[in-house]
């Protein structure tokens, strides 16, 4: 069975940073692009990075740019976000996502973890 | 970025309705659409992919169609369980993008 487990969330002050962890099992890991979404309370979907089977291509969406990294280690079957330069609506339920073909459709999701930028 | 545009944006409904849900591109995105189910305080589910492709598992009474900029997802006789959030998705482009969501009350 497909499992991904975030990590990582946390309370951080504007310009903050921090480290999304998201730790995969069940299947080939090193076979499945993987994102990172976010979800805002109250609010809908956001995609946010995207990242290579093995890690040669990255996406960002243009709000993040310059501020997060999203990495990957195949040997430890585990995804990466980090955040630096936090801003207030970067507030979100970040999940982890994973697609096993090579079109970015997420059939594979985790349960999320909460990024809280306040003061 | 390609926009999306889901309608509508709340839809209430009663059991054993037809329920059909829009969803707009910007700009053609060939077939490259993808439907979820959200409910509240948990991840996402995919249910269709590649406009009409129904994601092993996913029961029969969901549908989807279209190509270009407009799609739909369609549920055949709608359940107590498919009472959630729908979210399209496209993935045409490098900027993967969602619609804003359709909420599906009970009426």
């Known amino acids: 069975e497909v499992q991904l487990v975030e990590s990582g969330g946390d309370l951080v002050q504007p310009g903050g940073s921090l480290r999304l962890s998201c730790a995969a099992s069940?299947?080939?890991?090193?076979?499945?692009?993987m994102s990172w979404v976010r979800q805002a309370p109250g609010k809908g979907l956001e995609w946010v990075a995207n990242?290579?089977?093995?890690?040669?291509?990255?996406n960002y969406v243009d709000s993040v740019k310059g501020r997060f990294t999203i990495s990957r280690d195949n040997a430890k079957n585990s995804l990466y976000l980090q955040m630096n330069n936090l801003r207030v609506e970067d507030t979100a339920v970040y999940y982890c996502a994973g697609s096993r073909s090579n079109y970015q459709n997420f059939d594979s999701w985790g349960q999320g973890t909460l990024v809280t930028v306040s003061s | 970025d390609i926009q999306m545009t889901q309608s509508p944006s709340t839809l209430s409904a009663s059991i054993g309705d037809r329920v059909t849900i829009t969803c707009r591109a910007s700009q053609s995105i060939s077939s490259w659409l993808a439907w979820y189910q959200q409910k509240a305080g948990k991840a996402p589910k995919l249910l269709i992919y590649?406009?009409?492709s129904l994601e092993s598992g996913v029961p029969s009474r969901f549908s989807g169609s279209g190509s270009g900029t407009e799609f739909t997802l369609t549920i055949s006789s709608l359940q107590p369980d498919d009472f959630a959030t729908y979210y399209c998705?496209?993935?045409?482009?490098?900027?993967?993008?969602f619609g804003g969501g359709t909420k599906v009350e009970i009426k």
């Open positions: 998705q496209q993935y045409n482009s490098y900027a993967l993008t």
């Open positions: 590649k406009a009409s």
């Open positions: 990242i290579r089977q093995d890690g040669s291509a990255k």
């Open positions: 069940g299947f080939i890991f090193s076979t499945y692009w």
